[in-house]
């Protein structure tokens, strides 16, 4: 079996202002995995999520990211790392405004240099070939400000933004909360289908139990995390 | 930084309403400030190239900024004027090389007509000792002959030999009391200066006294229409007075006594002068008026520079989720301290060069109108290193005024993490 893309260890973080918000001994997430984290708001699931893109820093412990402890490397490189590695969907609002849809795919792109290279041909053909499999094939659609795709069609570009590069590992923040029961299995379903394509590990965090039947696996953060949730 | 100098750039175009009020705050401050700036060099520029060649302008006793405005730049008027004897001991003193008198005090439809000798055009230089030059026809010969400026020429569209009823008084319109039986002739063109010339009817001395014939009170005799042209030909025409003389010397050296030699005449009171000091006196007295504008236009430079700001730091909190999203494709905290640095000098750059852009297209509709009612030609208003420097200093005052949005968001991007709690 091959090394963990993601592997937490005796993992301790605290808000400046108080109360610690996660205390895991281990967390691993493995290579090609699709993992379902469950976690209901307020359990510490964006900030752990903001540990494993390196954007906080834990306050003991180690975030392994391919292998690379987080905790040790000075933030550019955390940076780095995020650019390289990681496509991150949020929960909703994903899209720079001013860029076009496929602006907006591309830009991950435009910070690694390790991704465009992945990419063989023309970087726009790349990111409406991706938009093609997850649905968004309507080439006026493409033409569009962003802020006038309805909130799936975000969601979808989005997705497309995270996969563009093949990065190891795809981060999902509650990213089909606003969408309805129908095109919410639709979009699990075309982000898992994408995801297992270029190989990336997913790791899919929400608050809605009844998703985890869609996943390889399933983890419920309370079930992991032993710090003392405080009001 | 091409990337970023890209998002910045497209984030502004999303922007355009805001941003191009913005940018035209800067671009008005820009334009205030240069013209403020080009006006005063310009027309110092102007002013220091009508005469050379001349050291010393004597005339009645008056204010040396006054003698020099109304002698050379014909505004204004002379309160007093120097005798005929006194011209002429003035003009056979030993260290006087030559000695022009000029008779101002009449117009000709709203052109001032200047009396002189036809050494006028011999020792009247200006700019870099540029002599006048007759572009078509003559000096003046007969007494009824008239030399024009090319300015004269050009908007009454006479050309030579075009007939010309010349005023007493500076009217632009002398109903009535026009020196109507005194017809002149145009003998000659000048070619354009750039200075008063361009504006002024050059005759003789004699011609003067003559269109006086008939007014020596002052008011027109009622006899004055019946005097006829062979009558006045036939007058004693040297003239009684004349307004000011420029003076030539033989040696530089002199200029100092020669002066003090004149203005402690014995007998009529008289007022020597060099040109280049009475500018230099001029200058003094406006230049406090023009350094007080500048520093006002420094000050709106500043206003827009503050409205970039405002503008900047008015968004940042909307765009909150806009660089958390950046950050999570991978920018860093220095990238998003760049994009705002950079968008804050483009509209600081591109304001700056519109506000250069609306200075220039003021000025080429402007420096016509000024030339026309004042008769100095604007000078070294084209593009100049001040305008670079202006572009400069205003994209890198508009980088600095980035430099707090961006630091507050710098700031932000490194507490936010990834998730923004909207």
């Known amino acids: ?231 | 930084m091409k990337t970023i100098l890209s998002l910045a750039w497209k984030s502004l175009m999303n922007r355009k309403g805001s941003v191009i009020l913005t940018l035209l705050a800067v671009a008005l401050s820009v334009a205030l400030f240069l013209g403020v700036d080009k006006a005063r060099t310009g027309a110092r520029e102007g002013f220091d190239n009508t005469i050379s060649g001349t050291e010393l302008i004597v005339g009645a006793p008056t204010g040396s900024v006054n003698l020099l405005l109304y002698s050379v730049f014909r505004m204004g008027n002379a309160t007093a004027e120097i005798s005929w004897p006194t011209y002429q001991k003035i003009a056979h003193r030993d260290d006087v090389a030559w000695a022009v008198p000029i008779s101002l005090g009449d117009s000709h439809r709203g052109f001032r007509v200047m009396g002189t000798t036809t050494d006028y055009f011999d020792h009247y230089k200006y700019g870099r000792n540029k002599d006048l030059v007759i572009a078509k026809g003559r000096r003046f010969e007969d007494l009824f002959d008239a030399v024009i400026g090319a300015d004269v020429a050009k908007e009454l569209g006479y050309d030579i030999s075009s007939p010309m009823v010349l005023s007493h008084g500076l009217g632009k319109a002398s109903l009535g009391s026009g020196h109507d039986n005194r017809p002149f002739r145009v003998v000659g063109i000048l070619a354009p200066t750039g200075t008063p010339v361009d504006r002024t009817v050059h005759v003789s001395l004699e011609a003067i006294t003559a269109i006086h014939v008939g007014w020596e009170t002052g008011a027109k005799n009622p006899l004055a229409d019946t005097i006829t042209e062979e009558m006045i030909r036939s007058f004693d025409l040297t003239p009684k007075s004349v307004t000011a003389i420029f003076i030539g010397l033989k040696q530089k050296g002199t200029i100092l006594t020669t002066r003090r030699a004149i203005n402690t005449n014995p007998g009529e009171p008289l007022m020597a002068i060099m040109p280049s000091q009475a500018l230099a006196e001029l200058w003094s007295v406006t230049d406090v008026a023009e350094r007080a504008l500048l520093a006002v236009s420094i000050f709106v430079i500043a206003v827009g520079i503050v409205s970039i700001l405002t503008s900047i730091l008015s968004s940042l909190n909307e765009r909150r989720r806009e660089m958390s999203i950046l950050r999570a494709v991978g920018a860093r905290p220095g990238h998003i301290f760049a994009l705002l640095v950079l968008e804050a000098g483009l509209v600081g750059f591109l304001g700056a060069l519109l506000g250069i852009a609306l200075i220039h297209v003021i000025l080429a509709i402007a420096g016509p109108i000024i030339t026309a009612k004042y008769g100095i030609s604007l000078t070294g208003t084209g593009l100049s290193v001040t305008d670079i420097y202006t572009l400069l200093a205003v994209t890198l005052a508009a980088l600095l005024a980035g430099a707090i949005p961006a630091w507050m968001a710098f700031r932000r991007s490194l507490a936010d993490g990834l998730s923004v709690r909207l």
């Open chain 1, 1 to 231: 079996m091959t090394d963990p893309v993601i592997s937490i260890e005796e993992l301790r973080f605290s808000w400046p202002s108080g109360g610690e918000v996660l205390n895991i001994e281990r967390f691993d997430l493995n290579a090609g995995e699709r993992l379902f984290l469950r976690g209901p708001s307020g359990s510490g699931k964006s900030t752990l999520l903001g540990l494993i893109a390196g954007v906080l820093e834990p306050g003991a412990g180690h975030v392994n990211v391919l292998g690379m402890d987080l905790a040790k490397l000075p933030s550019a490189r955390r940076d780095r790392i995020r650019a390289d590695h990681l496509g991150v969907i949020f929960q909703m609002f994903n899209l720079v405004p001013y860029l076009s849809v496929v602006g907006n795919v591309t830009l991950p792109l435009k910070f690694s240099p390790t991704r465009r290279k992945a990419i063989s041909g023309d970087t726009d053909e790349e990111a409406r070939r991706l938009l093609a499999r997850l649905g968004l094939t309507d080439a006026a659609l493409l033409d569009r400000r962003v802020s006038d795709l309805s909130v799936g069609q975000q969601q979808r570009v989005a997705a497309a933004r995270a996969l563009i590069g093949g990065p190891e590992i795809v981060i999902a923040d509650e990213p089909t909360s606003a969408l309805d029961a129908d095109a919410r299995d639709r979009f699990i379903e075309l982000l898992s289908e994408e995801a297992a394509r270029t190989g990336a590990a997913l790791l899919f965090v929400s608050h809605d139990a009844s998703l985890a039947r869609l996943f390889d696996r399933a983890v419920d953060l309370r079930e992991i995390n032993t710090a003392r949730a405080e009001a």
